[in-house]
């Protein structure tokens, strides 16, 4: 069965960290991109983070989280990670893994399985 799995959400104060984790079962993310969104009551969707398939893969940030979150990945343990640190109270929302096509033109554009989120709310 094709399964993500997120962890990692909680309650921190403003300028605190969280590690979100991403695991995959059914399938191996090494062939997969990565994606983390997130979704704030009354907001659209926002794509956070992306990296491609691979041993290392390439990464990209949206300006709002760019040089604050940090996206990895772990092939042998089938995860991914979003580093979050020096958390804003407009970082509060729920945060989704996807994954898509590793490698080509449709890697970090479209995705196929996504999890069912976890939260992240930020105190001021």
């Known amino acids: 069965q094709v399964q993500l799995v997120e962890s990692g959400g909680g309650l921190v104060q403003t300028g605190g960290s969280l590690r979100l984790s991403c695991a995959a079962s059914g399938f191996s993310l090494y062939f997969y991109s990565v994606g983390w969104f997130r979704q704030a009551p009354g907001r659209e969707r926002e794509e956070v983070s992306c990296?491609?398939?691979?041993?290392?893969?390439?990464?990209q940030y949206a300006d709002s989280v760019k040089d604050r979150f940090t996206i990895s990945r772990d092939n042998a343990k089938n995860t991914v990670y979003l580093q979050m640190d020096s958390l804003k109270p407009e970082d509060t929302a729920t945060y989704y893994c996807a994954a898509g096509p590793g490698f080509g033109t449709r890697t970090c554009q479209a995705f196929d399985h996504w999890g069912q989120g976890t939260q992240v709310t930020v105190s001021s």
């Open positions: 990296i491609t398939g691979g041993d290392a893969g390439t990464t």
